[in-house]
Protein backbone atom coordinates (compact mmCIF):
# COMPACT_ATOMS: atom_id res chain seq x y z
CA UNK A 1 0.00 0.00 0.00
CA UNK A 2 0.95 3.58 -1.05
CA UNK A 3 1.72 5.66 2.09
CA UNK A 4 -1.01 8.73 0.76
CA UNK A 5 -3.18 5.27 1.10
CA UNK A 6 -2.95 5.10 4.55
CA UNK A 7 -2.94 8.87 5.42
CA UNK A 8 -5.96 9.84 4.91
CA UNK A 9 -8.95 8.76 7.22
CA UNK A 10 -12.07 9.97 5.73
CA UNK A 11 -13.43 9.94 2.01
CA UNK A 12 -16.31 12.05 1.36
CA UNK A 13 -18.06 11.32 -2.03
CA UNK A 14 -20.24 13.82 -3.46
CA UNK A 15 -22.10 13.31 -6.69
CA UNK A 16 -23.05 16.25 -8.57
CA UNK A 17 -24.92 17.28 -11.54
CA UNK A 18 -25.61 20.69 -12.69
CA UNK A 19 -25.73 22.09 -8.99
CA UNK A 20 -23.73 25.14 -9.57
CA UNK A 21 -26.34 26.97 -7.68
CA UNK A 22 -25.62 25.28 -4.93
CA UNK A 23 -21.51 24.77 -4.54
CA UNK A 24 -20.55 28.26 -3.25
CA UNK A 25 -22.37 27.12 0.21
CA UNK A 26 -21.73 23.34 -0.20
CA UNK A 27 -18.19 24.20 -0.38
CA UNK A 28 -17.79 26.78 2.61
CA UNK A 29 -19.74 24.55 4.80
CA UNK A 30 -17.89 21.19 3.58
CA UNK A 31 -14.99 23.08 4.44
CA UNK A 32 -15.86 23.54 7.97
CA UNK A 33 -16.59 20.35 8.77
CA UNK A 34 -13.06 19.09 6.64
CA UNK A 35 -11.50 21.13 9.17
CA UNK A 36 -13.10 20.17 12.01
CA UNK A 37 -12.46 15.99 11.41
CA UNK A 38 -10.15 14.19 13.64
CA UNK A 39 -7.93 12.87 10.74
CA UNK A 40 -6.78 13.68 7.64
CA UNK A 41 -9.82 13.62 5.22
CA UNK A 42 -10.68 13.99 0.92
CA UNK A 43 -13.93 14.57 -0.35
CA UNK A 44 -13.94 13.16 -4.20
CA UNK A 45 -16.55 15.20 -6.45
CA UNK A 46 -18.07 13.19 -8.96
CA UNK A 47 -19.16 15.46 -11.76
CA UNK A 48 -22.30 13.15 -13.48
CA UNK A 49 -21.73 15.01 -16.83
CA UNK A 50 -22.74 18.63 -15.95
CA UNK A 51 -23.45 20.58 -18.37
CA UNK A 52 -23.34 24.23 -16.12
CA UNK A 53 -20.38 25.58 -14.74
CA UNK A 54 -19.94 23.00 -11.72
CA UNK A 55 -17.35 20.84 -13.76
CA UNK A 56 -15.20 24.35 -14.18
CA UNK A 57 -15.33 25.17 -10.50
CA UNK A 58 -15.23 22.00 -8.97
CA UNK A 59 -11.79 20.72 -11.34
CA UNK A 60 -10.25 24.37 -10.54
CA UNK A 61 -10.66 23.24 -6.74
CA UNK A 62 -9.37 20.16 -7.01
CA UNK A 63 -6.06 21.62 -8.78
CA UNK A 64 -5.58 24.14 -5.97
CA UNK A 65 -6.69 22.54 -2.69
CA UNK A 66 -5.04 19.12 -2.10
CA UNK A 67 -8.23 17.78 0.11
CA UNK A 68 -10.88 17.82 -2.42
CA UNK A 69 -10.61 15.45 -5.85
CA UNK A 70 -12.80 15.64 -9.40
CA UNK A 71 -14.27 13.16 -11.26
CA UNK A 72 -15.68 14.06 -14.32
CA UNK A 73 -17.76 11.24 -15.90
CA UNK A 74 -17.83 12.02 -19.75
CA UNK A 75 -22.11 11.89 -19.81
CA UNK A 76 -24.84 11.46 -16.98
CA UNK A 77 -24.69 7.96 -15.56
CA UNK A 78 -26.78 8.43 -13.17
CA UNK A 79 -26.79 9.00 -9.35
CA UNK A 80 -25.84 5.56 -8.56
CA UNK A 81 -23.34 4.71 -11.18
CA UNK A 82 -21.71 8.51 -9.53
CA UNK A 83 -21.42 7.09 -5.93
CA UNK A 84 -20.12 3.64 -7.52
CA UNK A 85 -17.19 6.01 -9.42
CA UNK A 86 -16.82 8.25 -6.58
CA UNK A 87 -16.38 4.95 -4.07
CA UNK A 88 -14.26 3.19 -6.40
CA UNK A 89 -11.36 6.37 -6.31
CA UNK A 90 -11.75 6.70 -2.71
CA UNK A 91 -8.72 6.42 -0.30
CA UNK A 92 -9.95 6.96 3.19
CA UNK A 93 -10.90 3.82 5.98
CA UNK A 94 -14.53 5.15 6.50
CA UNK A 95 -16.52 6.53 3.43
CA UNK A 96 -19.15 8.78 3.38
CA UNK A 97 -21.45 9.40 0.66
CA UNK A 98 -23.79 12.70 0.53
CA UNK A 99 -25.86 14.97 -2.16
CA UNK A 100 -24.69 17.94 -2.88
CA UNK A 101 -27.56 20.10 -2.13
CA UNK A 102 -26.92 20.11 1.52
CA UNK A 103 -30.17 18.21 2.16
CA UNK A 104 -27.93 15.61 3.75
CA UNK A 105 -26.53 18.55 6.28
CA UNK A 106 -22.29 17.84 6.11
CA UNK A 107 -22.55 18.59 9.87
CA UNK A 108 -24.06 14.90 10.72
CA UNK A 109 -21.26 12.98 9.23
CA UNK A 110 -19.33 14.15 12.38
CA UNK A 111 -22.43 12.05 14.54
CA UNK A 112 -22.01 9.13 11.67
CA UNK A 113 -17.70 9.13 12.63
CA UNK A 114 -18.68 8.84 15.70
CA UNK A 115 -20.93 5.72 15.60
CA UNK A 116 -18.32 4.40 13.38
CA UNK A 117 -15.56 4.74 16.17
CA UNK A 118 -17.66 2.60 18.56
CA UNK A 119 -16.89 -0.25 16.14
CA UNK A 120 -19.71 0.14 13.84
CA UNK A 121 -18.97 -0.51 10.05
CA UNK A 122 -21.93 0.82 8.24
CA UNK A 123 -24.03 3.65 9.80
CA UNK A 124 -27.42 4.70 7.44
CA UNK A 125 -28.65 8.17 8.57
CA UNK A 126 -31.95 8.07 8.57
CA UNK A 127 -34.87 10.62 7.61
CA UNK A 128 -36.96 11.84 10.33
CA UNK A 129 -38.58 13.87 7.94
CA UNK A 130 -38.61 15.68 4.65
CA UNK A 131 -38.67 18.92 4.57
CA UNK A 132 -39.83 20.94 1.01
CA UNK A 133 -40.66 18.00 -1.06
CA UNK A 134 -43.88 17.89 -2.37
CA UNK A 135 -46.53 15.69 -1.04
CA UNK A 136 -46.32 13.19 -3.86
CA UNK A 137 -42.81 12.85 -3.99
CA UNK A 138 -42.53 12.64 0.34
CA UNK A 139 -46.45 9.63 -0.54
CA UNK A 140 -44.36 7.60 -3.28
CA UNK A 141 -41.28 7.44 -1.35
CA UNK A 142 -43.04 6.18 1.86
CA UNK A 143 -44.82 3.80 0.16
CA UNK A 144 -41.23 2.52 -1.59
CA UNK A 145 -39.52 1.72 1.09
CA UNK A 146 -42.49 -0.11 2.87
CA UNK A 147 -43.34 -2.05 -0.35
CA UNK A 148 -39.44 -2.97 -0.57
CA UNK A 149 -39.01 -3.69 3.40
CA UNK A 150 -42.06 -6.18 2.36
CA UNK A 151 -40.66 -7.87 -0.95
CA UNK A 152 -37.21 -8.36 -0.06
CA UNK A 153 -35.52 -11.05 1.73
CA UNK A 154 -32.60 -8.57 2.85
CA UNK A 155 -32.89 -6.05 5.49
CA UNK A 156 -33.32 -2.89 3.75
CA UNK A 157 -33.53 0.19 6.38
CA UNK A 158 -37.10 2.16 5.59
CA UNK A 159 -36.59 5.95 4.94
CA UNK A 160 -32.78 5.60 4.17
CA UNK A 161 -31.15 7.00 1.30
CA UNK A 162 -27.66 6.95 -0.23
CA UNK A 163 -26.64 9.11 2.74
CA UNK A 164 -24.26 7.11 4.81
CA UNK A 165 -20.59 5.60 6.30
CA UNK A 166 -18.99 2.89 5.49
CA UNK A 167 -16.00 0.99 6.67
CA UNK A 168 -12.86 0.44 4.19
CA UNK A 169 -13.68 -3.24 4.53
CA UNK A 170 -17.75 -2.74 3.23
CA UNK A 171 -16.24 -0.94 0.41
CA UNK A 172 -13.91 -3.57 -0.35
CA UNK A 173 -16.62 -6.20 -0.21
CA UNK A 174 -18.57 -3.92 -2.47
CA UNK A 175 -16.48 -3.81 -5.21
CA UNK A 176 -16.96 -7.48 -5.60
CA UNK A 177 -20.39 -6.67 -6.86
CA UNK A 178 -20.27 -6.12 -10.34
CA UNK A 179 -23.77 -5.96 -11.48
CA UNK A 180 -25.03 -3.54 -13.95
CA UNK A 181 -28.64 -1.96 -12.32
CA UNK A 182 -27.52 -0.62 -9.27
CA UNK A 183 -29.33 0.09 -6.08
CA UNK A 184 -26.93 0.84 -3.64
CA UNK A 185 -28.44 0.89 -0.83
CA UNK A 186 -29.78 -2.60 -0.93
CA UNK A 187 -26.41 -3.92 -1.93
CA UNK A 188 -24.82 -2.26 0.91
CA UNK A 189 -27.64 -4.25 3.40
CA UNK A 190 -26.95 -7.29 1.30
CA UNK A 191 -23.61 -7.01 2.44
CA UNK A 192 -24.56 -7.53 6.16
CA UNK A 193 -21.81 -6.37 8.92
CA UNK A 194 -22.61 -4.12 12.11
CA UNK A 195 -25.00 -1.58 11.39
CA UNK A 196 -26.36 1.19 12.72
CA UNK A 197 -27.79 4.66 12.18
CA UNK A 198 -28.26 7.90 13.29
CA UNK A 199 -31.27 9.73 12.57
CA UNK A 200 -31.34 13.37 11.12
CA UNK A 201 -33.81 15.94 10.10
CA UNK A 202 -33.63 16.08 5.80
CA UNK A 203 -33.80 19.77 5.05
CA UNK A 204 -34.95 21.59 1.92
CA UNK A 205 -32.61 21.55 -1.20
CA UNK A 206 -30.27 24.49 -0.30
CA UNK A 207 -30.53 26.09 -4.33
CA UNK A 208 -31.22 24.67 -7.71
CA UNK A 209 -33.99 22.36 -8.31
CA UNK A 210 -34.26 18.17 -7.81
CA UNK A 211 -32.15 16.10 -10.46
CA UNK A 212 -34.53 13.20 -9.57
CA UNK A 213 -37.56 13.96 -11.93
CA UNK A 214 -40.11 10.99 -12.02
CA UNK A 215 -38.27 8.99 -14.64
CA UNK A 216 -35.35 8.80 -12.96
CA UNK A 217 -37.32 7.65 -9.37
CA UNK A 218 -39.27 4.96 -11.21
CA UNK A 219 -36.29 3.64 -12.73
CA UNK A 220 -34.38 3.60 -9.27
CA UNK A 221 -37.82 1.50 -7.79
CA UNK A 222 -37.50 -1.67 -11.00
CA UNK A 223 -33.97 -1.52 -9.81
CA UNK A 224 -34.34 -1.79 -6.24
CA UNK A 225 -37.42 -4.68 -6.73
CA UNK A 226 -35.93 -6.51 -9.58
CA UNK A 227 -32.21 -6.30 -7.58
CA UNK A 228 -33.67 -7.48 -4.11
CA UNK A 229 -36.93 -9.16 -5.08
CA UNK A 230 -37.98 -12.57 -6.65
CA UNK A 231 -41.44 -11.33 -6.56
CA UNK A 232 -42.84 -10.30 -9.43
CA UNK A 233 -41.43 -13.61 -11.16
CA UNK A 234 -43.62 -15.67 -8.43
CA UNK A 235 -46.43 -13.25 -9.09
CA UNK A 236 -47.59 -15.27 -12.45
CA UNK A 237 -47.17 -18.53 -10.46
CA UNK A 238 -49.79 -17.20 -8.04
CA UNK A 239 -52.07 -15.69 -10.53
CA UNK A 240 -51.91 -18.62 -12.58
CA UNK A 241 -52.51 -21.14 -9.92
CA UNK A 242 -55.91 -18.94 -8.86
CA UNK A 243 -57.18 -18.62 -12.30
CA UNK A 244 -57.21 -22.13 -12.89
CA UNK A 245 -58.45 -23.03 -9.48
CA UNK A 246 -61.55 -20.86 -10.12
CA UNK A 247 -61.99 -21.91 -13.71
CA UNK A 248 -61.93 -26.08 -12.23
CA UNK A 249 -64.57 -24.12 -9.33
CA UNK A 250 -66.48 -22.89 -11.80
CA UNK A 251 -66.79 -26.11 -13.94
CA UNK A 252 -67.58 -28.09 -11.75
CA UNK A 253 -70.87 -25.66 -10.63
CA UNK A 254 -71.78 -25.45 -14.56
CA UNK A 255 -71.89 -29.46 -14.46
CA UNK A 256 -73.76 -29.76 -11.32
CA UNK A 257 -76.07 -27.32 -12.90
CA UNK A 258 -75.98 -29.35 -16.06
CA UNK A 259 -77.40 -32.35 -14.14
CA UNK A 260 -79.83 -30.74 -11.95
CA UNK A 261 -81.12 -29.67 -15.96
CA UNK A 262 -81.70 -26.18 -14.94
CA UNK A 263 -82.85 -24.33 -17.75
CA UNK A 264 -80.76 -21.06 -17.05
CA UNK A 265 -77.95 -22.80 -18.55
CA UNK A 266 -76.65 -21.58 -22.10
CA UNK A 267 -75.40 -24.18 -23.66
CA UNK A 268 -72.14 -23.71 -25.48
CA UNK A 269 -71.35 -20.52 -23.59
CA UNK A 270 -70.44 -22.49 -20.00
CA UNK A 271 -67.90 -25.02 -21.41
CA UNK A 272 -66.23 -22.19 -23.73
CA UNK A 273 -65.58 -20.08 -20.52
CA UNK A 274 -64.34 -23.24 -18.47
CA UNK A 275 -61.84 -24.08 -21.16
CA UNK A 276 -60.66 -20.52 -21.56
CA UNK A 277 -60.08 -20.06 -18.00
CA UNK A 278 -58.37 -23.19 -17.35
CA UNK A 279 -56.04 -22.55 -20.22
CA UNK A 280 -55.79 -19.07 -19.21
CA UNK A 281 -54.53 -20.08 -15.70
CA UNK A 282 -51.81 -22.83 -17.01
CA UNK A 283 -50.54 -20.35 -19.57
CA UNK A 284 -49.98 -17.89 -16.47
CA UNK A 285 -48.62 -20.61 -14.01
CA UNK A 286 -46.40 -21.85 -16.93
CA UNK A 287 -44.72 -18.69 -17.53
CA UNK A 288 -44.15 -18.68 -13.92
CA UNK A 289 -42.35 -21.45 -14.16
CA UNK A 290 -39.91 -20.35 -16.92
CA UNK A 291 -39.87 -16.74 -14.39
CA UNK A 292 -38.50 -19.14 -11.74
CA UNK A 293 -35.32 -20.16 -14.20
CA UNK A 294 -35.21 -16.80 -15.50
CA UNK A 295 -34.97 -15.19 -11.46
CA UNK A 296 -31.83 -18.04 -11.25
CA UNK A 297 -30.29 -17.04 -14.48
CA UNK A 298 -30.75 -13.60 -13.10
CA UNK A 299 -29.15 -13.97 -9.66
CA UNK A 300 -26.39 -15.97 -11.39
CA UNK A 301 -25.41 -13.13 -14.30
CA UNK A 302 -25.45 -10.25 -11.18
CA UNK A 303 -22.04 -12.58 -10.32
CA UNK A 304 -22.30 -11.68 -6.54
CA UNK A 305 -20.29 -13.46 -4.13
CA UNK A 306 -21.69 -15.98 -2.51
CA UNK A 307 -20.99 -15.13 1.10
CA UNK A 308 -18.81 -12.46 2.55
CA UNK A 309 -16.28 -13.24 5.36
CA UNK A 310 -16.68 -9.99 8.17
CA UNK A 311 -13.07 -11.85 10.51
CA UNK A 312 -11.25 -14.72 10.62
CA UNK A 313 -9.49 -16.18 13.64
CA UNK A 314 -7.46 -19.41 14.51
CA UNK A 315 -5.81 -19.69 10.35
CA UNK A 316 -2.29 -18.25 11.42
CA UNK A 317 -2.54 -20.84 14.24
CA UNK A 318 -2.91 -24.05 12.02
CA UNK A 319 -0.41 -22.51 9.53
CA UNK A 320 1.83 -22.39 12.59
CA UNK A 321 0.85 -25.98 13.25
CA UNK A 322 2.32 -26.60 9.75
CA UNK A 323 5.64 -25.29 10.22
CA UNK A 324 6.32 -25.83 13.67
CA UNK A 325 10.27 -24.92 13.55
CA UNK A 326 9.33 -21.52 12.05
CA UNK A 327 6.92 -20.94 15.13
CA UNK A 328 9.67 -22.18 17.28
CA UNK A 329 12.31 -19.64 16.16
CA UNK A 330 10.26 -16.77 15.84
CA UNK A 331 9.59 -17.07 19.67
N1 LIG B 1 -27.34 13.42 -9.08
C1 LIG B 1 -26.40 12.86 -9.94
N2 LIG B 1 -26.83 12.37 -11.14
C2 LIG B 1 -28.14 12.36 -11.50
C3 LIG B 1 -29.10 12.89 -10.59
C4 LIG B 1 -28.65 13.41 -9.39
O1 LIG B 1 -25.22 12.84 -9.66
O2 LIG B 1 -28.47 11.89 -12.60
C5 LIG B 1 -26.87 13.96 -7.79
C6 LIG B 1 -27.34 15.39 -7.49
O3 LIG B 1 -26.46 16.35 -7.99
C7 LIG B 1 -27.37 15.38 -5.97
C8 LIG B 1 -27.75 13.95 -5.64
O4 LIG B 1 -27.43 13.17 -6.78
O5 LIG B 1 -26.11 15.63 -5.41
C9 LIG B 1 -29.21 13.80 -5.29
O6 LIG B 1 -30.02 14.37 -6.29
P1 LIG B 1 -31.26 15.31 -5.97
O7 LIG B 1 -30.96 16.16 -4.79
O8 LIG B 1 -31.65 16.03 -7.21
O9 LIG B 1 -32.37 14.23 -5.60
P2 LIG B 1 -33.55 14.41 -4.54
O10 LIG B 1 -32.92 14.84 -3.26
O11 LIG B 1 -34.46 15.44 -5.12
O12 LIG B 1 -34.15 13.03 -4.46
MG1 LIG C 1 -31.79 16.44 -3.04
Redesign the pocket.
Known sequence: MAASFQSIRYSLV??????EAVLPVLLRRLDLVLSRLDGPAEAIF?D??SSDSSSIVLRALATRDPRYRYIGLSR????QI??TAGMDAAQGEAIIVM???L?DPPEVIEQLIAKWQEGNDIVHARRLSRDG?SPF?RATAHLFYRLLGRMSSVGIPADV?DFRLIDRKVLDALRQMPEQDRFVRGMIAWLGFRQTEVAFHRLE?AAG????PLF??VRLAMNAALGFSDLPLRLAIWCGLTVSGLALLYGGWVVLLWLSKDSHLVTGWSSTMVVVSLLCGMNMLMTGIVGLYVGRIHAEVKRRPLYVVQARAGFDRSEAAAAPAIHAVNE
Not at 76 to 79: K, M
Open positions: IPVFNEVDGNFGHAIDADQEKGRETKYKM
